[in-house]
C-alpha cells in the first residue's frame, strides 16, 4: 500500500513537471474542432447507430476534447491555467456536453430498467448511450480517429497521449508497469514470509511417514527374532516346519529392510525440508 501511494505521488510530480504547454500546443488551439462541428462529423459519421448511441459518441469526444485541451496547460486539468481562447473552448465543450447528458437522462427510456435479457440481446439504451461515451471518451482508437480527424500528422501523437489518464496516456503506462512491478515484488516478499511455515508443514508429512515406516520395519523384526527364538534349536539352528515356511521367512526378513530403507530416506526427506525452511526463516530475518 506505501509503494503504490509512493508511486502515484511520484507520478504526480513527474507531471507537474511536465505539464506545461509547448509553441506546438499553442498552435494546435486553432485545430480544436468548435462543439456544433463535432456534433455534425459525428452524426455524419453515425451510419446505422441509435440515437442514444449518436448521442453517446457525441458526449464522448467533445469529454476527450475538453480532457486533452484542459491537461495542455495543466496536469491536473486546471482549466484556470489555460489561455482565453483556450478557456472559452473548455467551456463550450463543458456546456455542449451537459446539453446532451440532460437531454438524454429526461428521455423515458433513461429510467427504465435494464434486466439480464435487455443487456444479453443488447437493448438497454441507457446502456448504449453509456458505452459509446466511454469508448469515444477514453479509448486510443477513438483518440486516434478524433486527432486524424482534426489535427495535422505532427500533432496527433502529442494529441492521443494528451487523452490519458493525467493527461499522459504514456506516464500512465509507466505508472501502471510500476505498480505491477510493486506488487509482484510484494507478492514474493509475501511468499517468502509463508515459504517457512509451508515448508514446515509439508515436511511434517515425510517424517511421519518415516517414523511410521520406522515401526512397521521395527514390528516385522520383532516377529522375525520371535520365531527364530522360538525355533532354533540347542545347536544355534532355525527349524521350519517346510519348506514353504523356509521362503515365507527370507521374504519377511527382505520386507523389512525394504520398508526400513524406504523409511529412512523418507524421514532425511523431512529433515531436509525443516532445514529448508530454517534456512529461509533465517534468511527472511537479515
Keep these: 500500500m506505501k509503494k503504490t501511494i509512493a508511486l502515484m505521488i511520484a507520478l504526480l510530480g ?4 511536465s505539464a506545461h504547454a509547448t509553441v506546438e500546443d499553442t498552435a494546435a488551439l486553432a485545430h ?15 451510419g446505422n447507430a441509435e440515437p442514444e448511441e449518436i448521442a453517446g459518441r457525441q458526449a464522448g469526444r467533445l469529454m476527450m476534447l475538453h480532457g486533452a485541451l484542459a491537461h495542455t496547460w495543466s496536469s491536473s486539468g486546471n482549466v484556470s491555467q489555460a489561455p482565453p481562447p ?12 451537459r ?38 471518451k477514453t479509448s486510443v ?27 499522459s496516456r504514456q506516464r500512465f503506462a509507466e505508472y501502471q508497469s510500476e505498480r505491477r512491478e510493486a506488487g509482484r515484488a510484494d507478492e514474493h516478499r509475501s511468499f517468502r514470509k509463508k515459504l517457512p511455515a509451508l ?24 516377529s522375525l527374532k520371535r520365531y527364530e527364538f522360538d525355533n532354533t534349536t540347542a545347536g544355534g539352528v532355525v527349524e521350519f ?26 524421514f532425511v526427506v523431512g529433515v531436509l525440508g525443516l532445514g529448508g525452511a530454517v534456512g529461509v526463516l533465517i534468511a527472511n530475518s537479515q
Design 86 to 97: 483556450a478557456r472559452e473552448l473548455l467551456e463550450a465543450y463543458s456546456q455542449a456536453y
Design 14 to 17: 513527474a507531471q507537474a513537471m
Design 241 to 266: 516346519s517346510s519348506f514353504e515356511a523356509s521362503q515365507a521367512h527370507e521374504r519377511k526378513q527382505a520386507l523389512q529392510k525394504v520398508i526400513a530403507n524406504i523409511g529412512y530416506l523418507v
Design 199 to 222: 515448508l514446515g508443514g509439508l515436511s511434517l508429512i515425510p517424517l511421519c511417514m518415516g517414523f511410521a515406516l520406522f515401526g512397521m520395519a521395527r514390528r516385522i523384526g520383532t
Design 99 to 136: 446539453s446532451i447528458d440532460e437531454k438524454e437522462r429526461a428521455e423515458p427510456y433513461w429510467r427504465e430498467k435494464c434486466g439480464y435479457l435487455a443487456n444479453l440481446f443488447d437493448t438497454c439504451r441507457r446502456k448504449r448511450f453509456t458505452y459509446e461515451f466511454q469508448h469515444f
Design 141 to 167: 482508437q477513438a483518440a486516434n480517429d478524433t486527432a486524424q480527424l482534426y489535427f495535422p500528422s505532427e500533432y496527433q501523437d502529442r494529441f492521443v497521449d494528451l487523452t490519458g489518464v493525467g493527461g
Design 32 to 46: 480544436y474542432p468548435q462543439p456544433d462541428q463535432v456534433r455534425s462529423d459525428v452524426l455524419a459519421s453515425a
